[in-house]
């Protein structure tokens, strides 16, 4: 008789900030936060955040009014992901099967392997301290499902269900242990449901009419009823060639060689396969039994050996090869999907081009230096784009056309002298007499009153593009509220 199956699902609910304070260090308040709706919102928060009265959703304008100590990092949900896959194959000491629960938990499948451990609470116990040492909050629940397993951890607070007490655990508890969405359970609350027991005493033809297959799935697979396994991703293949010189080598050329064979040997792998490369890892064994590292980054998945050579020119130059080499090693640890092309005469080679020369420029001046410009939604000058590193990030398609046009360069606002709603037709700006020989206006822009913008608290602006005399278009704006006029902005 097969074993009856056991399921630990671990939540994380700090993960966020938790990665963060383990790099800062940090004695206060602290939050992650993101722009959802067009505003700034906490999404996770430190323990000491929470005991202030701070809570995910809020906005950060109003938390920073129950706490002006507040500190706040952008979130990095790429970073986040990350981390978690760490978790989950460092969870896989406790038993074979592991898989990410979401964004901020894991999903174990312990059946036949608590007895390694001691039994299942001394497990747990393990589990926690460990998360625990490694500057994580987190929650666990045991069950005989996972449904039933998340349920403790997220909503039960944590604990163990009894092998066969899944029925008896659930029943008491709200409808949100269910993994509802908000809509659903706003809608069984009206019905009077309110309890796991509530809604399984309910004949199961008007639920399914009502709200369709997935309550009663959900129900299901809380109940164990129906199955739901834990698939942990599929395994990446690895990309790594390697040789061993028979004599050692130390010249450049030498080595160059030799990584032109590696290269050559790695891209036809690549190629059966239809993957690129997004990373290289070129390992050198001394004879002294020191090794050396070298790595570089594309902009773009890449299999051909010719362009990808010339990138390790600049790191071979300066490799200390001591006694001499004997072994080299070239991996692809970062692989991305490269399906096969029809060679064309389009956009696609200009394209290719770009990416590599951000590639050779990124390698050389660090990836977070070659930056692009993206749109942002926002009716602010300053704010309608952001900055990103070009080798992360495809560009635009198309940005949005703004009507009146904006300037080609933006600055902070410079006051010049004038007062008045009209166009001062004489004014110095940056050690310089101006003219004023023509004027167009004006465009009205207000604060978005939901965020706090410092820069933007004198209120409304009226903007005007003006020709000077000495040729240049500029970007004057007056302040209404106080009866002033500056310059932000140079067209082309």
């Known amino acids: 008789m097969p074993a009856q199956r056991r399921i630990i699902v671990i939540w994380l609910p700090r993960l966020q900030s938790d990665l963060a304070l383990r790099r800062l260090a940090l004695d206060a308040p602290f939050a992650v936060i993101e722009r959802q709706r067009g505003a700034e919102r906490l999404v996770c928060i430190s323990a000491q955040a929470q005991t202030l009265g701070l809570a995910r959703g809020m906005g950060l304008a109003d938390a920073r009014a129950l706490c002006p100590d507040l500190l706040t990092r952008p979130a990095d949900p790429h970073r986040t992901a990350q981390a978690l896959e ?3 194959r ?7 099967w592991a898989a990410c629960d979401g964004t901020d938990g894991l999903a174990l499948d312990i059946t036949g392997a608590a007895h390694l451990m ?9 589990l926690l301290a460990r998360l625990a ?21 997220h909503v039960a607070r944590g604990g163990i269900v009894p092998t066969g007490g899944t029925r008896a655990a659930l029943g008491p508890l709200p409808l949100a242990a269910l993994r509802l969405d908000s809509k659903t359970l706003t809608a069984l609350e009206r019905l009077g449901l309110r309890r796991v027991r509530d809604l399984a005493q309910m004949p199961r033809a008007p639920l399914a009419r009502r709200f369709g297959a997935g309550l ?9 009823d129906l199955p739901e396994p834990i698939a942990p991703p599929p395994t990446p293949p690895v990309m790594a060639v390697r040789m061993s010189l028979p004599d050692p080598i130390g010249f450049l050329g030498d080595l160059q060689a030799g990584l032109a064979r590696l290269l050559e040997r790695l891209c036809q792998h690549l190629h059966r396969a239809e993957l690129g490369a997004r990373r290289l890892v070129l390992d050198l064994s001394r004879v002294d039994g020191q090794s050396v590292r070298l790595e570089i980054r594309l902009a773009r998945p890449m299999r051909d050996a010719s362009a990808i050579a010339p990138l390790f020119d600049r790191a071979l130059d300066g490799v200390d090869a001591g006694f001499g080499i004997d072994g080299m090693r ?12 029809q060679v064309t005469t389009g956009g696609a080679q200009t394209q290719d081009a770009l990416s590599d020369l ?6 050389r001046l660090g990836f977070d230096h070659v930056q692009r410009l993206l749109p942002a939604d926002s009716h602010i000058p300053e704010k309608a784009f952001t900055v990103a590193a070009a080798a ?10 703004t009507t009146p046009p904006r300037p080609l360069t933006l600055f902070p606002p410079e006051p010049i002298a004038g007062s008045g709603r009209a166009v001062p037709r004489r004014f110095r700006w940056r050690g310089q007499a101006w003219q004023v020989v023509a004027a167009s206006g004006p465009e009205r822009i207000t604060p978005e009153w939901w965020l706090d913008d410092p820069n933007w608290r004198s209120g409304m602006r009226d903007y005007w593009k003006v020709q000077t005399d000495r040729g240049a278009r500029l970007w004057l704006f007056h302040t209404p509220q106080r009866d002033g006029w500056c310059v932000q902005g140079e067209f082309a």
């Open 86 to 88: 760490t978790l989950r």
């Open 90 to 96: 460092w969870a896989l000491r406790y038993c074979p």
């Open 118 to 126: 001691g039994g299942e609470e001394a497990l747990l116990d393990d």
């Open 133 to 153: 040492r490694m500057g994580f909050t987190a929650r666990a629940g045991l069950a005989d499902t996972r449904g039933a397993a998340w349920a403790m951890a």
């Open 216 to 224: 009663l799935g959900r129900m299901d697979q809380a109940m164990g």
């Open 330 to 341: 070239l991996s692809a640890p970062e692989l991305d999907a490269l399906p096969l092309q």
């Open 358 to 363: 951000i590639s050779r420029l990124s390698n």
């Open 392 to 401: 992360y990030s495809t560009p635009a398609p198309n940005w949005p056309r």
